[in-house]
């Protein structure tokens, strides 16, 4: 049975310090589509322990108004992360994120410590999802068998930092440095069936950059991206929303194809554009991504 919150709409996905109330207590004023509770790079090594109860009582006491809760737990080459599901699983947040993930079996062990607390804690089995963050050459080139490992898993997402310290260069700003990890994290995103989602960008004064970068990675195929301040999140939102003009468009596209396929034709124009069946599932997409970004009430 697929969850039914594994295809749910992930335009923007905001990183907050779970050990910090000021941050993690009312963020969907900002209306997010996700929020990513972190208690791994955000979190003193020294302060685990704290960041853990703070978050276990935030999921228990917050009511988060339908914003999906994401907490990203410490990697499995640490001391922490077992604990870090059990607080996770207890506290009935909606997934967990796996960072540094570089391999099929990083997911099925995670999986077996999350099943084992959802018994623990009476929480129903399957319940709590999954996504992989792959932040080494390791974890890019083995993206199929990570997006394949798990019925839970629901995406990947790029960590571009850690991606190229591993790659031995630095973000430059141009996305030279990230091309071939995101194209083959989305192909095998695609071919497995589950969501790709992009890299934090860190430069808050340069917001024009940043939206030249959120327009590129959704041509690329991305379902969405990772934030760090919610003056990013109307810009992804933006362009990640489908136009008036490409839904009505969607919409020719679907009932064209609809009456010419009981007719037996198979090419024809719309808005002198030459379609055929090929563009049918795209149409329907876009139609899907309007109904769930709240700007389609039509029919179809």
């Known amino acids: 049975m697929i969850h039914p919150n594994k295809k749910r709409l992930r335009r923007s996905m905001m990183f907050l310090n779970a050990q910090k109330p000021s941050l993690i207590k009312d963020p969907y004023v900002y209306g997010v589509d996700s929020i990513m509770l972190d208690l791994e790079d955000a979190v ?9 109860f703070s978050l276990y009582h935030a999921l228990k006491e917050i009511d988060y108004h339908g914003i999906e809760r994401v907490v990203r737990i410490n990697g499995l080459d640490t001391p922490h992360w077992k604990e870090d599901i059990r607080v996770c699983v207890a506290g009935g947040c909606d997934a967990i994120r796996i960072a540094k993930t570089e391999s099929a079996k990083d997911v099925q062990i995670v999986e077996e410590h999350v099943l084992a607390a959802e018994r623990e804690f009476g929480r129903p089995e399957g319940s709590t999802l999954l996504m992989a963050a792959l932040e080494s050459c390791r974890g890019v080139l083995n ?4 997006c394949e490992s798990s019925d839970r898993l629901f995406g990947i997402a790029l960590s571009g930092g850690d991606y190229t310290k591993d790659l031995q260069t630095h973000i430059t700003g141009t996305g030279i440095e990230l091309a071939g990890a995101r194209q083959h994290m989305i192909m095998a995103a695609r071919a497995a069936g589950v969501q790709c989602f992009d890299t934090v960008f860190t430069n808050l004064d340069d917001m024009e950059a940043f939206e030249k970068e ?3 990675i959704k041509l690329m195929g991305f379902d969405g991206k990772s934030l760090v301040n919610p003056r990013q999140i109307a810009v992804v939102h933006r362009v990640f929303t489908p136009t008036p003009k490409e839904i009505i468009f969607a919409e020719k596209v679907v009932r064209e194809i609809d009456e010419k396929k009981a007719q037996g034709i198979g090419v024809f124009t719309v808005d002198g554009k030459m379609i055929d069946i090929a563009f049918y599932d795209g149409a329907k997409r876009t139609i899907e991504l309007a109904k769930a970004s709240g700007v389609y009430e039509g029919d179809l």
Do not use: H, T, W, Y
């Not at 003193?44 to 853990?52: F, L, P």
């Open 143 to 146: 993206a199929l068998e990570i």
């Open 44 to 52: 003193a090594e020294n302060q685990k322990d704290s960041a853990r």
């Open 214 to 216: 959120v327009e590129m």
